[in-house]
């Protein structure tokens, strides 16, 4: 292996020169053939893996063929989870789709420097959840929107990150111009907005009574999704909304019997209304960041809690 210097590389894009040469002095280079296998899936993924020359091929064995998730060209990563846990084991395995240079920047090493320099860390997780965000677009399968969103979930332990990173890339993936992230709280009956897009009004921190919403009421009652076409939002008042769209979609994030809350997306850009692909696609990506947001959540609370003690609570 070689020992990696300064990096001009897109994720690198924000750290300083002396940064960048400190990420590059953690990691080391390596050379692979096209089709040479650089993970297989159950192998320890211990470290993040930059391309800086080639192309990789992540893909998973579906009946016995192998389905591709994702070509990362010059430039893109994988194994970003291993910064923050680097015992886990790889979901999908990659190969060199032709020559390539990567850069192995170990987990352990990360989180050593992490102790020694946050701020360091803070910026290149940051930097990563972007780039992941940034790079679906209106052309992006199915499986890759599946594949981008789980690394987000498991990257992402800020909740209003995770919040914002999942509905971004959501709300593009299905070409909805309109999208809410809501977390509802039982106890008092009602829904937050988490967070909005799309909207004129501001609408992120907006309480909804429950028991008189038609959409996400319906979704906490009932566990199930919600779909409403043009046609019904049109010609009936009773879909009428704080945030109501021309068309409708909203499908529960839930873990075991508990609902946390929605992803809700709106007006589709082509006119349509949202499919049963749509919602399949919705269900399946709640599914995989439930419990991601239920544990940052909890985290949340715990953080408030204790601000709230040490602010009003004086010792005696």
Known sequence: ?????????????TLTETERKQLGD???RRLFGEGDTVFRAGDLRNALMVVLKGRLRIFQMFNGHPETLALL???????????????KQHQHSA???????????????????ERKQPHLAVKLLS????????????????????????????????????IHLILSTVARTV???QALFVLFHPEEQRAMIRDAIGYRKNLQGRSVALDRDPVLGRVFRSDEAVVVTRTQTSRDAHWETVYSSSGMLAVPITVGRSVLGAIYVGDKRNGE?????????LSI????????????????????????????????
């Open 285 to 316: 990506v709640t599914n995989q960041i439930a419990v991601s947001v239920q544990d940052a959540k909890l985290e949340e609370e715990k953080r408030a809690s204790e601000e709230l003690e040490r602010v009003y609570i004086q010792p005696l």
């Open 273 to 281: 209304d949202f499919s049963v692909n749509n919602r399949l696609l």
């Open 175 to 177: 070409h909805a111009r």
């Open 95 to 113: 190969v060199a789709d032709i020559a390539s240079e990567l850069l192995f920047i170990p987990g352990d090493a990360f989180l050593a420097l």
């Open 127 to 162: 930097s990563v959840l972007s780039v992941i965000a940034d790079r679906l677009t209106h052309a992006d399968t199915k499986l890759l929107t599946l594949y981008a969103t789980g690394r987000i979930a498991a990257l992402a332990t800020d909740l209003r990150e995770l």
């Open 1 to 13: 292996m070689r020992k990696a210097s300064h990096l001009d590389i897109p994720l690198f894009a």
């Open 73 to 87: 060209e010059a430039g893109s990563f994988s194994g970003e989870e291993a910064l923050v846990n680097p015992t």
């Open 26 to 28: 953690l990691g080391a």
